[in-house]
């Protein structure tokens, strides 16, 4: 009888994890017939399927410009956010005590506080620095915003890695930047690409803060699809959505990829 209970929670379980994925998924799969649609609007294929609406994508300069333009951000943003949340994330390691935790709770500052509220502020500050509607200061917001996912990611890494790896590196004459970049670093190699995979997705997804903090220079793609959908239902928009569910899904995957090899 325990057996078959185990056996029979187990299913239920297992049952409600697909009933989640598929509330999760369902939505977002939608955007694959939209985009192929033989209509001029927003709507489900009536006489059959076209691929126009993907050739307008790849043959329409604004459309590649703002690809182009939200690639760069997310890569430089990426870039900070590996670096700063890396560094942030093995000092608190290294630290050990109540206030590494203190600074841990801080590096989630920008995903605790409601994004408009961190975009009128961020605003405020970018104008007394000049960074207003300037690749840089678009790049620094949203590497901000996405340290917090790679100070959680390296941390849980660090969790599981030995500290006397170090020492014993250190007691070979090893300096601190020797053992970091040649010890510690590549032991925990999987969450930092982890944590760059995710810090790119949140810039190469990010609305609010370009609404803000950019004006005619920086259109990136999501802005792109904000402006069209205000403007006019260009089937355009689900085929750019389409693109972006691939690509987010082939990092989550390069992500998973990365985690089984490390587990290996």
Known sequence: MADE???GAARSTRSLGWAIVLFLVLPITIVVPVSLTDQRYLSLPQDGLSLRHYVNLFSSAEWLSSIAQSFVIAL???TISVVTGTLCAIGCWRIGSRWSELVRVLMLVPIIVPTIVYALGLYRLWVQLDLLDSYFGVMLAHGVTGIPYVVVIVSTS???FDPRLEQAARNLGASVPYALRRVILPGIMPGVISGAIFAFIHSWDEL???LFIASRTIFTLPRRIWDGINEHLDPTMAAVA???VVITGLLLL???RARRRAAE
Do not use: E, F, K, W
């Open 158 to 160: 660090l969790a599981s």
């Open 242 to 244: 389409a693109v972006l």
């Open 254 to 256: 390069l992500d998973m």
């Open 5 to 7: 209970a185990r056996i």
């Open 208 to 210: 609010v803060l370009v």
């Open 76 to 78: 430089g943003a990426a």
